[in-house]
């Protein structure tokens, strides 16, 4: 079989690693074109990597590249037109999180994938970070017993681009940008249990008059069984990227993080290139981060999508797992107005999730 | 280019290890066939991993396999003769460490693959683990001004494969086993600056009665300018594998390991599958291990001389870089008898390491 | 001046713990006696640690014994009778956490003390464990800015003693048991700045068929400003004993332990005799804690109460602190049955906390 | 029994951690005294620490100050002539390592304290650091059965006070000073097993020009049954203050170490007070240290001189214990100059350790 052929939206942050990823790890797929909104991004971006083919128009991109896959990582706000015409023209759809900014756009997506054939792969990485994948693997041996609690953190002082701060293409802050891999990895890891309820607070507090979105967030949220999973979720917290979580089961408990926990303690008097993602200084002590992108567990993701669309496999990651991981976001800006939980199903009538935080 | 046919002689724990990394990670290398000694095992291992053809007779193997490349993961008295079959009947070799068991075989391999326009290609994977590449790049950055001192240490406690254990077969053991990965580090960290001494301390502890050879030892490599190396190498430490350094300079200092410092943390009533390489029970706190294939650095060494052999590059490490590794090795074993460092150039008329330490 | 005269009351599990704390640390007092429910166990306490006079009655005790101050270890629906009549009688107390039961408990006991001139002295030893005091230093001193949220996390899998299970004794699970020392901790650290509201999640799961008191709980406390403080409480999490606090600020973050923190790493295949405080088996790996007592600010926190008695000074924890924090627990399980926050200040109508939690 | 009275004699580093250690953990003695040999250093600490009288004659400080007990915390050249002086007088000795510069010296304290009837008292705190003890006492309950192999490292990047840099006043540089340390603790964890070679490789690379003296050295000393005791002493490496230790045995491993293992951790955009001895900028992540002087087992080892005088017990740690540490490390710079192992016993004639490296 020839190598699967893979356009790419977006020349951001996460673009980058994605590219990464196909290049190194995913040797069946080979990346036709790029879009970026500005042309001499997409351009630079393109020759960097030695991707043929660059465009500023995404619908000209999809109609013209001869992809087989679209990969959107657009600002939230796009998601949805994006896959929506990528699958009507006869594209599969690999989605970045978060699936998009409301219960409508989510129907929508998956209904036009499903109507013309085409496979929406919703990308959580935390269901394929590897040391992730092993504490799941542990505890399917019985590592544990039954889980009882589950805790996901991630934090960093803020994202690169602009547009996170946005709530017009964000949808949402910090929740809404890290939220998903919290509620994402409970859903793995709990064998895709309902949630019954989200109970959250949230607040600006670090990027206050840079963004009307939340950029400290920590929610909780109830299962049938009454497991619970807490997520915290920060642009606010210092001291660079950090992403960990904690098992409790009645016989036994996992920690895991993927960055401290991989690292190389290093002491430098006057510093060096680069400790990690977002850090700071690299004078005094610091954290060396290596393989960021194999350890996060993109390479293993994008396989996977990758392989589901050679040999017509169904993902383990889909655009229902989206779909209910917005739904769990949506419940849990709601409880951050009212300061009670929100119970699920919950389908409110707004355009973005943070709509039901910061209006009346 | 088609794919780069690869032979591999050995399915022992170490051939588990390229057969993965190869499958996982060098799409551009496809592996023809495997040898075993044992006709049973060949056929089991080809198929278990989609290996087309077995052999067990590995001249046979070279002969009729039609690979380009042969990859030696054999018993360390078979090195040289392997090296040299592979090297005259046109195949490139990649030589798992030790190189072989003394200078003269050293010279004779390098010689062969030279006369016969063959790359002769040294695994040492401490020169491709990722964490270990990661901190060597910190330190080119500057992150600890000049170095003056190294560590390397590694432990589990007793290899898989009988082999080992015979000195006639290994030719010695584990500083043998280990000291390779030591020595060869402290060159690659030291743009292969030259060792000046090496003084050694070995012993016969745990596996008394099973080996003649030592199953614990440390030594100091001292170089030209000062700077030392301290190697700890040891088949009687509990507690699981273990691999560390420590790299300690005028402005700065770097901590690293492999296998703590990549882990999980689990406590579990009733234990698991498997924690990690050599690791004793997973009841109570273990350290729960993954992707360690890629983390010791394996994929990203087969890649490489995968690609040097496809574009006809130099690897970045060669069997010159396995003779210098052995010839620190011999004057550790004379040193251990003598009670003295020994100073380099060092070159006994021995067999094989092991007699320096034993004979009298 | 001479010694100050201590009675003991209770030998349980935090009795031993006072004791030695006197004994090793706290010179300037002397334990006269000690009170047990059971006389045979208040004799061999006495005998074992060399205090003079047991009893089997704590009101003979308290009029017989001729001490300055009462050390108040009883279960805790005798906390507010032992303290009163102790005041009422002319001594100091010091009372273990949690206070008492109730509202109208807390007022009579702070009153009563403060009528008879006696000094009610609240021990929250978490305002005195060295490393926890360390990193209040450091934050005093700027380390990290502005703090927006903290983090309290105790567990092990249950206490030792029987009346924690029954509630009409305990007043209350995990929650009433370890809570304390979170929220104590939380206003300590942000000088007893005001709650406004708690949010908290509760359930029986581990000893369920033992108590119907909750044994594993997340709070969330919400202060004036806006900063929160997340509780975690469990007796029900496996691995042994933990506690662990995070500080994150507008400038910076500060992570600490109490337990593994200060641990020696041990692997042993037999075992051996004790690890640290409920841990489970010592075969394989495990955390090795020393000076347990010490690490957790007992030593510190008594020698402060006794130097207040000596030199009439106003302790740092008060039963006003006490009951602050027994207010905030009162509203974390009424908030635990609505499934809302609930703000404060909350004075409910019940006999003990749990009531709000499991009684319509 | 009335306090035992002491007097202190130095006021740089290690008598700070002394005046605190009696201060608030040995109540059964009175710090009477204090010598600098600068009376306003001497005048400055006693007014400091409320110390009644201060010297700036040290010798008149012996005879006046009616001291049962004389603490000797001198330049190591002073040591020999200090404690027999202080035991001539009638006063019991305390002696910091290392005890002195020579064998000579070492059977002339022993000899004359022993003629006099005095305890000579050799201050080797890790003997006495709780979590070594702790490490200590899992080792007699079993668990790593059979010691085969320890280490013990210590470094910062330098002494504060100037003479340890002067060889004619400190007799040696990092082995001299820390070396102490690692023998002592070996012997101690080896029921004073017997040293029968040491093997050592020193070096002055980072305070050139400032001393003669080594500044890092690695030293193997082995014992009657083939145990190795590692020893890595260094005034060269960087990062703050750091003591390690491992132990090996046949059945299992423990770590421990006194500094990052006893630490909060915090990263600080501004940097704050102090994070440990010797440490760098604050700036950026550190391990914040706390109860420095309990921690490294000073108080506990002063309680148990103390003690020994009040109590006429044998101290664990005697003048015998110093001169058998003193010769190990004759030995060792024996050994950096030939460059072999040096067998004990070592009784060469010089009159201080480093002359034996530096000179001819």
Chains 1, 2, 3, 4 share one sequence.
């Not at 008097?269 to 002590?285: D, L, V």
């Amino acid at each position: 079989m020839s190598k699967t052929k893979v356009l790419l939206l977006g020349a951001g942050f996460i673009a980058d690693i994605h590219i990464e990823s196909y290049k190194r790890f995913v040797p069946e797929a080979v990346l036709l074109g790029i879009y970026s909104r500005t042309e001499q991004r997409a351009m630079e971006t393109a020759r960097r990597h030695g991707i043929e083919k660059y465009y500023s128009d995404w619908k000209k991109a999809i109609l013209d590249s001869d992809c087989e896959v679209v990969d959107i990582c657009l600002p939230n706000f796009l998601h949805c037109q994006a896959a929506c015409f990528a699958a009507e023209h006869g594209k599969h759809v690999i989605i970045e999180k978060p699936l998009c900014l409301n219960m409508d756009e989510a129907d929508l997506m998956i209904e036009t994938c499903r109507k013309y054939g085409r496979k929406l792969m919703y990308a959580e990485e935390l269901c394929f970070a590897p040391k992730y994948e092993r504490v799941r693997k542990t505890i399917k041996e019985g590592a544990v017993g039954k889980i009882f609690q589950l805790r996901q953190c991630e934090k960093h002082s803020g994202p690169h681009s602009a547009w996170f701060y946005d709530i017009e293409q964000s949808g949402g802050g910090a929740l809404m940008d890290m939220g998903c891999h919290a509620f994402g990895w409970f859903r793995w890891m709990l064998d895709r249990a309902k949630v019954t309820s989200v109970y959250a607070t949230m607040r600006t507090l670090y990027h206050i008059g840079r963004t009307k979105a939340e950029d400290n967030s920590v929610a909780i949220a109830e299962f049938e069984d009454g497991t619970i999973g807490i997520a915290e979720n920060s642009w606010a917290k210092q001291g660079g990227m950090d992403d960990r979580i904690e098992v409790y089961g009645n016989e036994g408990v996992v920690y895991a993080d993927l960055f401290t926990g991989n690292s190389a303690l290093t002491y430098s008097q006057k510093g060096y290139g680069y400790a990690m993602e977002k850090a700071g200084s690299t004078q005094g002590w610091s954290f060396t981060i290596f393989e960021e992108a194999f350890n996060q567990g993109y390479p293993h993701e994008l396989a996977h999508f990758i392989d589901c669309v050679r040999n017509d496999k169904q993902p383990v990651s889909t655009g229902e797992d989206g779909r209910a991981v917005l739904e769990i976001m949506l419940a849990a800006y709601q409880s951050a107005k009212t300061g009670a939980k929100v119970k699920l199903p919950f389908r409110p009538n707004v355009k973005k999730p943070i709509d039901l935080w910061l209006n009346d």
